[in-house]
């Protein structure tokens, strides 16, 4: 079956740090890749996506590349700020499954803290 | 334009009760996805219906049903229900293709006591 993992979280940094949080899939197939955000006591908003091998997704400078090889799309970014605090959820989702089929698979979440 | 709008934003009902889930889906989408998340967890696929029929189910038990309404609005069902169902109901919609987006609601947090 489709699966992502995340890794375990919660990430505390400091303003202005690096940024890395690993994911990896399992799918049959060749999937799309997201990255979501959860602010408190909101829903998902897609931060960024990719759909093919190689591409890269990126948004509000975050980064995430697709590896087929490794199968990893792993989030970066080089500087993070205290309104990045959230928590972030890889996600994928296999094309053309089924007629009208949509169906995203998430990885359990990673919290993220940025204090000043 | 509106985003995708879910009623009621929280709900606590008793164990044994059923309960009803409204989602309004982005205006033109005719897609619309249910997920629940537990506390800590990430979102688990419940369902997905496209013009009218059901396109995909999840592994959730049959207390748990949904259906799509002409003007593409959704309602989640679940009976009978668990403390274990405590949690929030996310609906998501999009237009249908290969590389669109899915758009969520703000949830619906339910309680169940």
């Known amino acids: 079956g489709n699966s992502v993992t995340q890794m375990e979280g919660p990430v505390t940094l400091s303003e202005e740090a690096f940024l890395t949080i690993n994911c990896t899939y399992t799918?049959?197939?060749?999937?799309?890749l997201f990255w979501y955000v959860q602010y408190p006591g909101e829903g998902l908003q897609l931060l960024l996506k990719?759909?093919?091998?190689?591409d890269k997704g990126s948004n509000k400078g975050f980064e995430a590349t697709y590896r087929k090889e490794t199968t990893s799309f792993h989030l970066e970014k080089g500087s993070v700020q205290v309104s990045d605090s959230a928590v972030y959820f890889c996600?994928?989702?296999?094309?053309?499954?089924?007629?009208?089929?949509?169906?995203?698979?998430f990885g359990k979440g990673t919290k993220l803290s940025v204090i000043p | 334009d509106a985003g995708v709008t879910q009623s009621p934003t929280h709900l606590i009902k008793t164990r044994g009760q059923q309960v009803t889930l409204r989602c309004s889906p982005i205006s033109g989408h005719k897609s619309v996805s249910w997920y629940q998340q537990v506390l800590g967890q990430g979102p688990q696929f419940i369902f997905q219906?496209?013009?009218?029929?059901?396109?995909g189910r999840g592994n959730f038990p049959d207390r748990f049903s949904a259906r799509q309404f002409p003007n593409y609005s959704s309602e989640l069902n679940v009976n009978a229900l668990l403390l274990g169902d405590s949690a929030l109901y996310l609906c998501?919609?999009?237009?249908?293709?290969?590389?669109?987006?899915?758009?969520f609601g703000q949830g619906t947090r339910l309680t169940v006591v």
């Open positions: 996600a994928l989702r296999i094309p053309n499954s089924g007629a009208g089929s949509y169906q995203l698979t």
């Open positions: 990719a759909t093919k091998a190689d």
């Open positions: 998501a919609s999009s237009l249908q293709g290969q590389n669109t987006e899915a758009f």
């Open positions: 219906y496209y013009e009218k029929e059901e396109r």
């Open positions: 799918a049959t197939g060749y999937p799309s």
